[in-house]
Nanobody, 123 residues
């Protein structure tokens, strides 16, 4: 059983940057591929970024490609999401998730979830 705790959300202005962190415990972190998803009010949870178990492969949703960067530190059991050039449409609750299998871009492909952290971008 893996526990995930996100942090780093907040209220920022358009164009600002934020770095989200997701700390894992209770499992072997390097055994899991990791993803970041977000969910805006009234919308489905959507994929934003993925990183492989070793960190050598990453994938991004088109909406964040070039602005967001996912990374991980297996020594610290933590995955990060660096978000630059934030836009009001990035406003959502951001979730990290862990997957035993490889690449996944849908929520059902992930086995464990954090509680989420709110990101609000004002215009």
């Amino acid at each position: 059983q893996v526990q995930l705790v996100e942090s780093g959300g907040g209220l920022v202005q358009a164009g600002d940057s934020l770095r989200l962190s997701c700390a894992a415990s209770g499992g072997t972190f390097r055994s899991y591929a990791m993803g970041w998803f977000r969910q805006a009010p009234g919308k489905e949870r959507e994929f934003e970024a993925y990183i492989s178990k070793s960190g050598d492969s990453t994938y991004y949703a088109d909406s964040v490609k070039g602005r967001f960067t996912i990374s991980r530190d297996n020594a610290k059991d933590t995955v990060y999401l660096q978000m630059n050039s934030l836009k009001p449409e990035d406003t959502a609750v951001y979730y990290c998730a862990a997957a035993k299998r490889g690449y996944g871009s849908t929520p059902r492909q992930y086995d464990y979830w954090g509680q989420g952290t709110q990101v609000t971008v004002s215009s």
